[in-house]
DNA sequence: TGCTATACTGTAACCGCTTACAGTAAGCGC
DNA sequence: GCGCTTACTGTAAGCGGTTACAGTATAGCA
C-alpha cells in the first residue's frame, strides 16, 4: 500500500518557524515557558502551512487520545438523546472528543482484540444502563482504567463511580398524588425490561406509595411494558380484554405512558376520565400528548453532563463521586386528571 | 509527566509466541500470509497475554485511523436520533469507529488547530446539514479528504458527495393530497430555518402543487415555523389572532406540526374538522399524536445507512455517487381529514 | 565577582505499530 | 540438477509527535 501524501507535520512548521519540533511542540500545548516573540513566529507558521497536530502521532507520544467513549445498548429515541447531548457538550467543554458504540445485540463483538472501546482508543469511558457486560467492567476496573456509569449502579465490591436519578423517590410521588389528590387505589404498573434499573427503582417506589397508603399490592395490576410503546399497548389491552379496569395506569415511563394511552383510546376509554395515566421521564412527547401527560421530569441532559464531568475527574486522577443522585420532579399536567398547572 | 504503566505491546505478544511483531501484525491484520501453526500461536498468546493493539500507534504507522466523523450543529430530538442510529449502524458494520461532534453555537471552535474532525483524526467526516461552514469544505476538497454531506447539497462547483431524500417530490404529493382529497383551498405553510435545504425543497414542493391546481399564493399564508415546536406554536397563534384561518396548514415537519395541533386546540378549533393540519417526517411522535399525524415518511435511519456506505467507499478510492436521493412516501393519518388507513 | 536559580531552547530517545525489503525453504517445470 | 516461483518469516526504518535531559544566557543575590 502506498503510503498517502504526507500532510504537513511539525517538522516542516519547525523549519518555517526557524525552531526545533520541541519548541513548536511546546507552543501547541503551553507546558513549559516559550518567549513571546518565539511563539508568535511558531503560531504563524501553523497559520502558514495550516498545519494541525496528527492524533495518532500525538496520542502514541502522550498515551493520552483525549477521547472518551460512550457505550450503550441502544441508541433509541427518546430517551438517548438528550443524554447524549448532555454528554457531547460535556465533552466538548472538556476539549474532548467523543466516540460512540452501540453494543446493540452483539455481545459477542466486545471482547476478543477488536474491542471497539477502552484503553487502546480512549482516556476514559461511559457506560449507559447494560452497555457493557460486568466481567468486562472488572477487567477495566483491574486496568484503573476511568469508567463511569449511567442509569446503573457498579456490580457489587466494585467501586465505580454511578450517575443517575432519584427513580424511587420520584415514583412514590408520582403514585402519591395519584392517591391522595385523586383517590385512586387501583393503581396499575407496567414494569420496564428485566434487569434495568430504572425500572426497578420505579417499581419499588410505587411499591412504597401504596404500602404508606395501606393499599395492597394486587398481582394482576403489575404487567410488563418493557419501556416501550408497542409493549405497553398490547400489555393494556391484554388488561381489558380480561377485564381489568384500573382507576389509574402508572406506565414505568412516558414511552409505555403512549402506548397505554394509545390502547385506551382504542378501546373507546377517555383519559383521565375513565382511567387516569401516567408516566416518568418527561421527554419531549409528554406535553404534546393528548391528553398532556402527567409524568415525573427527569433531568436526563444533566446525567449526561455530570457523568462527562465525573470521568474527566478520574481522568485527572481525582478522587471519585461514588453516586451522583439527580433529582427527579413531579409534572402535573392533564392525564392524570389535574386540570394542567398554571 | 511520568509514562503511564505500560500495558503489554505487540512485543510482548512476538515474545510470547516466539515469533517477530511483524508476523503478530500480519496475524492482527490478516494482510499477508500466515502459516495456520504461527497463526494459532500468536492467537493464543493475545489471548493469553490480553492484548489489545494501541489504535494511536497503528494509526501512526498505518495512516489510517478506523474512524470516521459526524458533524452537525445540533443534536436535536427527534430527528437526530434516527439518523445517527443508521450512521452508528453503518459505521459499526464496516468496521470504523464514529466520532461525533456539534458545532452549536460555536463557528470559530472550528478553525485554528484545534478544529474538532478533520484529517487528522479520522479517515473521512458525515456533515449533517450546517455542520460545516463552506470554506472548510472547499479546503478539505483541496485535501481530497472524503466528506459526505447528509441533508444538504454540496456549494457550487465542489464535488462532493450528498444524500438526501424527496422533499419536493414528498411535499407536492402532500399538498396535492390536501387538495384532491380533502377540497382544501386555503393551504397554509410554515418555512423551517432559513438555508435549511429540506425546508426549501420542501416549499418548491408546496408551490408546485398549489400551480398544479391553479391556486394562486396567498403570501398570509407564508409564515416561519422554523422546525420548531414552539415557533410554530407561536406562527399559528398569531395567524388565529390576525384572523386568518386557513383550511389546512402544512407545518413543514411534524415538530411544527406538533406545535401547530396545540395552538389550534389552545384556540378550541378542532383538527382536522375545523383546520386540517399536516407534517413531513413521520417522526417518532407523529403516530401518538392526537389525532394522529398525516404526514410524509422521511427515511432518516437509510440516509445514515447510505451516507456511511458512500463514505466508506470514499475512502476506498472508489468512484464517488454524486446525489443519492432516498424516496419519501406519504402517511396518510388522520389529521388531515382522512379516516386512518387500514 | 562568583554562584545559583530561572527562562528558554535544542537534541534525541522513545511511544507501539506497519510494512518495505530481504532472506530462507520448499515446490515446480524442464 | 537448476533456475524460478511461491509461502512464509524476520529485520529495521519509519509514522509524527512528546519530553527527559542538557545546554546557554540572563537575572538575582551574597
Sequence with gaps: MPRAKSSVTIADVAREAGV?????????NENAPVSAATAMRVRAAIER????????????????????????????????APILRGIEKGAREAGLGLLIHCTQGTPAANSGYRRPLGPHNTDGILVFAGGLQEEEL???????????????????????PAVTVENKRGARELVRHLIEVHGYRRIAFLRGPEGHEDSYWREQGYREALAAADIPIEPQLLAYGGFDQKIAQQAVTAW??????????????????TGTIMALQAAGLRVPEDVAVVGFDDVYLAHPLMPPLTTVHVPIEAV???????????????????????????????????????
Excluded at 381489558?240 to 405512558?257: C, M, N, S, T, Y
Design 240 to 257: 381489558l380484554e380480561q377485564g381489568v379496569k384500573p382507576d389509574a395506569i402508572f406506565a414505568g415511563d412516558d414511552e409505555a405512558a
Design 304 to 342: 449526561g453532563r455530570e457523568g462527562v464531568r465525573e470521568l474527566v475527574r478520574l481522568i485527572a486522577g481525582g478522587e471519585p463521586e461514588p453516586l451522583t443522585l439527580l433529582p427527579t420532579e413531579l409534572v402535573i399536567r392533564r392525564s392524570c386528571g389535574c386540570q394542567e398547572e398554571a
Design 49 to 80: 502551512l495550516n498545519y494541525r497536530p496528527s492524533a495518532a502521532a500525538r496520542g502514541l507520544a502522550s498515551r493520552r487520545t483525549h477521547l472518551i467513549g460512550l457505550l450503550a445498548e441502544e441508541i433509541s429515541a427518546p430517551f438517548f
Design 138 to 160: 472488572v477487567y477495566l476496573t483491574s486496568l484503573e482504567f476511568p469508567v463511569v456509569l449511567l442509569h446503573r449502579s457498579p456490580p457489587d465490591s466494585l467501586d465505580i
Design 20 to 28: 526545533s519540533t520541541a519548541t513548536v511542540s511546546r507552543v501547541i
